[in-house]
């Protein structure tokens, strides 16, 4: 089920002062209600995208389609996204009136009663571009988005703004004591750093989140030496990384994945901390205890090394799959959840569950055309900017040059725990333990050579050789008996028909 891969974890010498972590009520759970997944459409991924940003705000989250029947027992949040414009069931709006804690509308049409209570919310259909502006000093490229309904006007608190091309100007979404309504969401758009502004209010959580950078890609078929150069680079400009690599959880003696082992562990030498990728599902089927049996080898096999994954990163459908919940996240106190890319899943569910932390993704290449001062930009949620691993050291050094302006931070700082049955990995304050003994970067690491891994057959060589010769004596053989067996028919035939 799970294709071969590899990782470990790096671990940040420096003890810096911990970050004000972000301030929300953790053991929440929030109902997320919608009227359609959109498909083909420009809100296409707005609901995963929601659980991704639920899930940085340490919250439980129920999610539920509105035909079916609503239940609001122990929830402490509601949250309903419209991509339709037909307003939602009038049996659903009339208990979303009576549950008298916090609603979130995001989308068409909210309902008479909420705009009502949304200071008299008058709606304008526009399908113009739009452009997105948050206070964090961000502004977005214009949006076609078609046929959206955006506010005219209101007497409500408003949040953010929304351009349209002929300059005229709307909030992107207003608040009234428990009801909030914010006009649209769609990934890979600013509309992702507005609706945090909102959630922050929604959850009355403070602007306390933080910038981390995560390389992603890292496995035992890139090139080690860019690897190399990245983790040098970042240590050079004196910006802590977080490495997002492959498991190993076979072939653990070979070469190569001790070869693996030497690059991770170099990066730790350079101020990186390695976060443990899922490995990669190929398929829905799963027997119990098999992906069990894949995290504690893969977090054994750094833990023997001496190298503490603190983290687990995978596609945010994870956490939406009970067999990955239960085998797969379990361990992990911390996670990155990336975007979707290919959901597979195994058994799926409609809750998830809540981590200590869950950094919230972004593209980071993307972030950069929206900011126009990081350095005065705060994050709303502990944010982790994405990079794959560099193709070249131009790209290196473009990137490195711009996140120096930035208050990126250590990992490291945060708390993080990983329990399997055979391993215990902690976090705290910067300090790093495994199985109960701290461990520092050795000095002689520093003066590992790491063998460069030019080609990706260069790393695993020792495995292919083997399946190489294995193979060539099966053909050998297989050949060997063909020719006996054709010698002792063509003597048959002779004998029966030459004479």
Sequence with gaps: MFKKCLLVLLFISSISFWPAPLVVAKGETTLVLYDSLAKQSATDGNVDLLLRMLASYGQTVRISDTREKLDTSSVDHIIVIQNKAKPIQPEVSEKLQKYGKKILFIGQTPPGWARKQLGNLQMQISDTAISVRTKEALQSEPLLLGKLQLIKQTSAEKIGELTADDGTKFPYAVRNNKLSYASFLVKDSLSEFALLEVLNDFYGAGKTGQPYVVIRDVNPFVD????????????????????????????????????????????????????????????????????????????????????????????AYWQTDKVYQKEGLAPFSSAILFPNQNIIYTDETKETNAFTSALFYLDGKRYEKWEQAANETPFNVDTALGFSLFKNEKELRETVSWLRQMPIQDYTNLPHTVQTEKDKITAQNGFLSVNGKEITPADHFLNVKVKKNQPQEASLNEFFSVQSKVLTVIICVTLFIFVILFVIGYRAYRKKYVK
């Design 224 to 315: 080690f030496d860019m690897v190399q150069k990245t983790a040098d680079a970042f240590n050079e400009a004196g910006i802590p990384f977080i490495v997002s690599a492959g498991p190993v959880f076979e072939n653990m003696n070979l070469k190569a994945a001790k070869n693996y082992a030497e690059l991770l562990q170099y990066v730790e030498t350079r101020g990186g901390s390695i976060v443990l990728n899922a490995p990669v599902v190929t398929f829905g089927e799963s027997k119990k205890g098999e992906l069990t049996d894949v995290m504690t080898t893969s977090v054994q096999f750094f833990a023997q090394n001496e190298i503490a994954p603190l983290g687990i990163s995978a596609e």
